[in-house]
């Protein structure tokens, strides 16, 4: 799993930087995490592939976190799109745009699946390859965190190798299981000779616009990388908690409560033209820490 | 008078090219019309001082006219703007406006005055400086072009010859209306030492998106420079005419029936990489055809 960052910058796009969008990938497949002005943009310049993706997640309804989704969802149907596209939201964006869609008199080539957010934490979809739930952060207005986790796939084949030994089709799932093969005339072929360990599951923990808050750590315990914003320097502490937004060292704590093995910061303030100074308040609380870079991808 | 392109695509962006958005400036101030997705990034880009711009006008509601409207009107307030803004557009688009603003919590830090586009052809507003009307065009949803047309401020004093003649300020107005300076001993200092030749009064028509007619010839009859979509080039035209768009050879046609003095071209397809075909093929009917360019100023 890994996530790529398509804006990094907070509310007022600043110095080459763009609002929220990140995509997380698993097993090949993206999801999106909110979809600030530009993101349609920022995946096309980064190479991310709309094929790939199948699922939008929006945490809250400022502006610098969704107002690229109505040319996104747009464009995706002016190139002719055929798959279903599954979009968790704010309940009342998806009758805004279905407005949109009706003043332009336009029908989105591909099925729009609207999913309204729960007030609370909740499990919202889970697939074969990964399961993605919300929990509620601080924020000014109503806003969610998402935890996407990848699932395991169990041992990965050695493809040659069962070839080389004829092992039948229909036995790869229980290879993938652990399972020995057993012949006919009783041979064993170990498990170990015909497949390699499989990727390990994994959590990533978006915790969205939020202040500095315990509130939340139960539902990202444990997670391999945390993303959590850092609006502000901590001699601002107090300006980030007047508008709900955190600081390098507030985003550490959460970190190390949460016993994370990472942290990725972003969401910078425009009044910020150097990031690397909250890499380095993060680091005297949580040296494992991240500052994330728009385009660039994390392995989770 | 001048235009400067801010972006010069149709719906899909590609090839680097922005979604409509051009910035008509009249004696310094800033007149935007339509506003694409990305169109405050692009005006940061291009220089264009958000302190100058108090009037905003919208074409129709098809996304890659409006989309990045909600976002320049977000950032403009988290600026701490405080003149008013004047938006001229679609009835529909104000509710909407608001309701984002409801949802993020946010109170505009100026006045946003929403005026909504009439039917029909009518003067929208008049300032010392310049007037603005729009005119209906043909277009698959309702669609307005708008006339922007300078004022004549006059002849142009010249600042030094006026003190060396010791001209009392009171007496400037009536230079600029031409008049002579006479003296209390009765001597006359002719009106041409003091001044040169004033700016011509022009006019700038924006036909927005539209196929092709001589429809609204009338309202752009004689302007100095048109503005004239070409989304796609003349082995299209069915195509261009089934999705009530032009070709380079129909915005020529409207430039030469309007007897303008020059035709700018713009709105290209998203499958066109190279533009200088549609110059091409527009000049074979009227010569003086430009590319619209982003970031290009060009002079109405």
């Given at each position: 799993?890994r996530?790529?960052?398509?804006g990094?910058?907070s509310?007022?796009?600043?110095?080459?930087?763009?609002?929220?969008?990140?995509?997380?990938?698993v097993?090949?497949?993206?999801?999106?995490?909110?979809?600030?002005e530009g993101?349609?943009?920022?995946?096309?310049?980064?190479?991310?592939?709309w094929?790939k993706?199948?699922?939008?997640?929006i945490?809250?309804?400022?502006?610098?976190?969704?107002?690229?989704?109505?040319?996104?969802?747009?464009?995706?149907?002016?190139?002719?799109?055929?798959?279903?596209?599954?979009?968790?939201?704010?309940?009342?964006?998806?009758?805004?745009?279905?407005?949109?869609?009706d003043w332009?008199?336009?029908?989105?080539?591909?099925?729009?699946?609207?999913?309204?957010?729960?007030?609370?934490?909740?499990?919202?979809?889970?697939?074969?390859n990964?399961?993605?739930?919300?929990?509620?952060?601080?924020?000014?207005i109503?806003?969610?965190?998402?935890?996407?986790e990848?699932?395991?796939?169990?041992?990965?084949l050695?493809?040659?190798?069962?070839?080389?030994y004829?092992?039948p089709?229909?036995?790869?799932?229980?290879?993938?299981?652990?399972e020995?093969?057993?012949?006919k005339?009783?041979?064993?072929?170990?498990?170990?000779?015909l497949?390699?360990?499989?990727p390990?599951?994994?959590?990533?923990?978006?915790?969205?616009?939020?202040?500095?808050?315990?509130?939340f750590?139960?539902?990202?315990?444990?997670?391999d990388?945390?993303?959590h914003?850092?609006?502000?320097?901590?001699?601002?502490?107090?300006?980030?908690?007047?508008?709900?937004?955190?600081?390098?060292?507030?985003?550490?704590?959460?970190?190390k409560m949460?016993?994370?093995?990472q942290?990725?910061?972003g969401h910078?303030?425009?009044?910020?033209?150097?990031?690397?100074p909250?890499?380095?308040?993060?680091?005297?609380?949580?040296?494992?820490?991240?500052?994330?870079?728009?385009?660039?991808?994390y392995?989770?």
């Amino acid at each position: 799993m890994r996530v790529t960052i398509l804006g990094n910058n907070s509310a007022l796009p600043a110095f080459g930087r763009n609002p929220t969008a990140q995509v997380v990938s698993v097993y090949g497949e993206h999801i999106l995490i909110d979809c600030g002005e530009g993101t349609q943009v920022q995946m096309q310049k980064h190479g991310v592939k709309w094929s790939k993706l199948n699922y939008i997640f929006i945490s809250h309804l400022h502006g610098d976190h969704y107002f690229g989704l109505p040319g996104l969802i747009n464009s995706m149907s002016l190139l002719g799109r055929q798959a279903d596209l599954h979009l968790y939201a704010p309940a009342p964006l998806m009758p805004m745009l279905q407005q949109m869609l009706d003043w332009a008199d336009t029908v989105l080539t591909y099925k729009l699946h609207f999913h309204p957010l729960p007030d609370g934490a909740e499990l919202l979809v889970e697939t074969d390859n990964f399961k993605v739930s919300c929990f509620p952060v601080e924020h000014r207005i109503t806003c969610h965190g998402f935890l996407v986790e990848s699932k395991t796939r169990g041992r990965k084949l050695l493809p040659a190798q069962c070839r080389d030994y004829e092992i039948p089709r229909y036995y790869y799932d229980k290879l993938k299981q652990g399972e020995d093969y057993i012949r006919k005339d009783g041979t064993v072929i170990p498990n170990d000779w015909l497949t390699t360990e499989g990727p390990d599951a994994k959590k990533y923990a978006f915790c969205a616009d939020t202040l500095f808050t315990d509130s939340f750590i139960q539902y990202i315990q444990g997670a391999d990388t945390i993303y959590h914003e850092t609006t502000y320097l901590h001699n601002d502490v107090e300006k980030a908690k007047a508008r709900y937004h955190s600081t390098p060292v507030q985003a550490a704590e959460v970190a190390k409560m949460a016993n994370a093995k990472q942290l990725l910061i972003g969401h910078f303030s425009s009044k910020y033209r150097e990031l690397a100074p909250f890499r380095e308040e993060a680091m005297t609380v949580f040296p494992n820490t991240l500052v994330a870079i728009e385009g660039n991808s994390y392995d989770v």
